[in-house]
T-cell receptor, first 113, second 115 residues
Framework: NAGVTQTPKFQVLKTGQSMTLQCAQDMNHEYMSWYRQDPGMGLRLIHY???????DQGEVPNGYNVSRSTTEDFPLRLLSAAPSQTSVYFC????????????FGEGSRLTVL | GDSVTQMEGPVTLSEEAFLTINCTYT??????LFWYVQYPGEGLQLLLKATKADDKGSNKGFEATYRKETTSFHLEKGSVQVSDSAVYFCALSDRSSGSARQLTFGSGTQLTVLP
């Protein structure tokens, strides 16, 4: 029962470094998204995709890039990490027509020094 | 824009106590409402949902009723267990916004149940 798989689970970066958080799902879901979770702020949507080749911005997209070349994968790229990007990142997916029923990965905890 | 307001935590209860976590929302359209639960070290899982006014969602002894007149979706459980210790998130998706799968989350409420 793989579901949504995120890697790495933990990462420490220095300011200015770049990295990619990987997300893969094996449920053939069309919709995939990235959220960040910060204390007292709940989850905020970064980017989302409604299918391969289609991506769009969420509430807090600045400093992040995404691409969706396949249905299964939706990587999140930090081009030049900043301390404000220290957070826990969650990838989520959903099938078409499943209103609001997101399936989440276990999260990736990122610290930017 | 849409927003969700949850009661602030943390909430600490003794086993078998009654639980209420308040949630109110603001939405321009006709939202569906959800409660998600996050156990320590894990991602969020859907606990229950309601898609229209007066619907009651229920799962694992938890219940919440979609109250359009008070714009609320309070989570309740009659007798909590230690295993219910987790963070609970209220969320909505607004179908009129064009993407029913984009969720707006509340800030989360940490629940700790003591034996």
């Amino acid at each position: 029962n793989a579901g949504v798989t995120q890697t790495p689970k933990f990462q420490v970066l220095k300011t200015g470094q770049s990295m990619t958080l990987q997300c893969a799902q094996d449920m053939n879901h069309e919709y995939m998204s990235w959220y960040r979770q910060d204390p007292g702020m709940g989850l905020r949507l970064i980017h989302y995709s409604v299918g391969a080749g289609i991506t769009d911005q969420g509430e807090v997209p600045n400093g992040y890039n995404v691409s969706r070349s396949t249905t299964e994968d939706f990587p999140l790229r930090l081009l030049s990490a900043a301390p404000s990007q220290t957070s826990v990142y969650f990838c989520a997916s959903s099938s078409q027509g499943a209103t609001g029923e997101l399936f989440f990965g276990e999260g990736s905890r990122l610290t930017v020094l | 824009g849409d927003s969700v307001t949850q009661m602030e935590g943390p909430v600490t209860l003794s086993e078998e106590a009654f639980l209420t976590i308040n949630c109110t929302y603001t939405a321009t359209g006709y939202p569906s409402l959800f409660w998600y639960v996050q156990y320590p070290g894990e991602g969020l899982q859907l606990l229950l949902k309601a898609t229209k006014a007066d619907d009651k969602g229920s799962n694992k002894g938890f219940e919440a009723t979609y109250r359009k007149e008070t714009t609320s979706f309070h989570l309740e459980k009659g007798s909590v267990q230690v295993s219910d210790s987790a963070v609970y998130f209220c969320a909505l998706s607004d179908r009129s916004s064009g993407s029913a799968r984009q969720l707006t989350f509340g800030s989360g409420t940490q629940l700790t149940v003591l034996p």
